[in-house]
């Protein structure tokens, strides 16, 4: 059965600190993984990895893809409290979209 | 079964129909939200339910849209008179509460032809 694990599940930290978020998957004809940041009523569109070992970046935002391990990580430097929210990982394949369950990150100032 | 529940998966209609998608939420969730996605972008809010509530339907493109979840649980997505811009993976997502993550489904893919 296809599935999308993200770890952990939350997380605190300090502003200014860095985090690492993860997401591991199993799917079948994978086609592409997805970032989504998800404040209030929709998640915001983050980044789309197709492709093993190329960085995307943006701002204090980078994201990598790993399609040997099956994982994929983000990475938030320099937190600040607007960080704050539920980070979501999704994985396209056999034309559906797989949800991660999310990982909430609180940024404390 | 301990998730979202969408069906059908996949819906080709044609031009003119209507089409009735189904969304089964997490047992005593809440909140229901309703999105339509393109690929590779971010979903776009269409419409959100607490319990049997309507609280905001400001992301329907249409008055060809309607959603109604008349027992506060089971929520039914209704486009009339399908066009072709239309087609797209239609989510449905629910949570405890409006703060609490999302759990979506699996969505639904609708092609219009």
């Known amino acids: 059965e296809d599935k ?11 502003e200014g600190d860095t985090v690492t978020l993860n997401c591991s998957y199993e799917v079948t004809n994978f086609r592409s993984l997805l970032w989504y940041k998800q404040e209030k009523k ?29 994982f994929s990580i983000l990475n938030i430097t320099a937190t600040q409290t607007g960080d704050s929210a539920v980070y979501l990982c ?20 | 079964g301990a998730g979202v529940s969408q069906s059908p998966r996949y819906k080709v209609a044609k031009r003119g129909q209507d ?17 339509q996605q393109a690929l590779g972008q971010g979903p776009e809010f269409l419409t959100y339910f607490q319990n ?37 993976v239609y989510l449905c ?5 409006e ?7 699996n969505g639904t893919r609708l092609t219009v032809t």
Not at chain 1, 90 to 109: C, D, F, M, R, S
Not at chain 2, 26 to 31: K, M
Not at chain 2, 93 to 97: D, E, I, V
């Open chain 1, 4 to 14: 999308v694990v993200q770890s952990p599940l939350s997380l605190v930290v300090h």
């Open chain 1, 42 to 70: 929709a998640p915001t569109f983050l980044f789309m990895l197709t492709s093993s070992g190329i960085e995307k970046k943006s701002g204090r935002l980078s994201s990598i893809l790993d399609k040997k391990e099956l």
């Open chain 1, 90 to 109: 999704a994985v396209e394949g056999n034309y559906q979209l797989i949800w991660g369950a999310g990982t909430k990150l609180i940024i404390k100032p």
């Open chain 2, 19 to 35: 089409v009735a998608l189904r969304c089964d939420p997490i047992s005593g969730h809440v909140s229901l939200f309703w999105y």
């Open chain 2, 52 to 88: 049997e509530a309507q609280l905001d339907k400001s992301g329907l493109p249409s008055d060809r849209f309607f959603a109604e979840r008349p027992e506060g649980s089971v929520s039914t997505l209704k486009i009339q008179r399908t066009q072709q811009e239309d087609s797209a």
């Open chain 2, 93 to 97: 997502a629910s949570s405890l509460g």
């Open chain 2, 99 to 105: 703060w609490s993550p999302l759990h979506f489904g």
